[in-house]
């Protein structure tokens, strides 16, 4: 107890120094790399302002020339195709979007959708009934979704089936009338189902389509991202956006582990 007591005035004799008397501001450890108090041109990770980590914003706003044009065309036409390289946020785009358009009033449910196929390898068999099966699959969009609502909203509005979170595999049939559709994760998608999926568009409704051709989980020749992607751009009401290494903003690593691997 007494090297303890020792320990606390010692602090308590540097935060008065550092501080203050009259300062409630308290040191939260003894060595601290960063104070708001500190007026220099450093942050909290010893970069100078603006190039430390982003934060999260309520807007969201086009980070590099490929996310603006996947912006704007969003906004005018009702299907947009964003391929291209990881890291470069285009399922988060999609998704802020989508809730921006629910509550503008502009749609009135959100439907996401993504094929359920590992990354190389079988989980075998999943306890559990159909959503609990489909969780794992899923849980990218859950993801995205929790970083623009909160979780209680997510949950009521996921009960009211205004956003609903289902696997390619029970789309067919469907007539998706005023509704923001993403389909993520396309290159796990032979051409017969991106066909199918793209013909559930409703009136009043709009489509973003996102993937990476590069990052197949298919058997070599099957996807048919890029097949459907070449044959429809040429349509008015269609836009493809194709990001490249340059958009990542991810961790700068990702944009170099793209050029080694």
């Not at 086009?62 to 996310?67: G, I």
């Not at 197949?216 to 459907?228: E, F, I, K, Q, R």
Request: include cysteine; aromatic fraction near 6%.
């Amino acid at each position: 107890m007494a090297k303890r007591t020792a320990r606390r005035a010692a602090r308590r004799m540097q935060e008065l120094v550092h501080y203050g008397e009259d300062s409630n501001v308290r040191r939260l450890f003894d060595e601290p790399q960063w104070s708001p108090l500190d007026d220099n041109k450093y942050d909290r990770q010893n970069q100078p302002r603006g190039q430390s980590d982003q934060k999260y914003r309520k807007n969201i706003r086009a980070q590099n020339d490929s996310q603006q044009k996947m912006l704007d065309a969003i906004d005018e036409v009702p299907l947009v195709f964003a391929c291209g390289a990881a890291g470069t946020g285009k399922t988060y785009l999609a998704i802020a979007k989508a809730v921006e358009a629910l509550d503008s009033g502009a749609v009135r449910r959100i439907i996401l959708s993504r094929p359920a196929v590992e990354a190389g390898e079988s989980l075998g068999f999943l306890p559990g009934d159909m959503e609990e099966k489909l969780s794992p699959y899923l849980r990218p969009l859950y993801d995205a979704l929790c970083d623009r609502i909160s979780s209680k909203r997510l949950k009521a509005l996921m009960a009211e089936g205004v956003i609903e979170i289902a696997p390619i595999a029970y789309m067919r049939g469907r007539t998706l009338n005023n509704a923001y559709i993403v389909i993520d994760e396309a290159q796990n998608c032979t051409y017969g189902q991106l066909k199918m999926l793209l013909t559930r568009l409703g009136w009043n409704s709009s489509m973003v389509v996102t993937g990476d051709p590069a990052q197949s989980d298919l058997l070599p020749g099957m996807s048919g991202l890029s097949d459907v992607v070449n044959k429809l751009e040429a349509l008015d009401n269609v836009r493809a956006i194709r990001f490249t290494r340059e958009d990542v903003v991810r961790h700068p690593l990702v944009a170099e582990m793209i050029d080694a691997l």
